[in-house]
């Protein structure tokens, strides 16, 4: 399994970055998606997720400016992020694993990291 991010760089406050997340080695139709983030410092954190039917969920603090979307016939996997903030500074990781019915997500494999640097 192969989960390979892009898209992450150098952002001003307020802008908006798209990452993507390529995914290889698994039927990706059936699979549940997470990015996931690690700030400097920090611990890691999940920011949403997307299950196999479409169904997504956005950690609260950044509903309304970050979303999940995939795409099943290019086997990718996006977040958009919008309005970002210095606080969203960090590394972001895609993985794939299982969505839970009762909002617990279990990921099983981890791409490398895209690096989001948001400026002030």
């Known amino acids: 399994v192969q989960l390979q991010a892009s898209g992450g760089g150098l952002v001003q406050t307020g802008g908006s970055l798209r990452l993507s997340c390529a995914a290889s080695?698994?039927?990706?139709?059936?699979?549940?998606f997470g990015w996931h983030r690690q700030a400097p410092g920090e611990q890691r954190e999940l920011v949403a997720v997307?299950?196999?039917?479409?169904?997504?969920d956005v950690r609260d603090s950044l509903k309304g400016r970050f979303t999940i979307s995939r795409d099943n016939a290019k086997s990718t996997v996006y977040m958009q992020m919008d309005s970002v903030k210095p606080e969203d500074t960090a590394v972001y990781f895609c993985?794939?694993?299982?969505?839970?019915?009762?909002?617990?997500?279990?990921?099983?494999?981890w791409g490398k990291g895209t690096l989001v640097t948001v400026s002030s």
């Open positions: 993985t794939s694993g299982r969505y839970y019915s009762n909002g617990y997500y279990a990921p099983n494999y």
């Open positions: 080695g698994i039927t990706f139709s059936v699979n549940d």
């Open positions: 997307i299950s196999s039917s479409g169904s997504t």
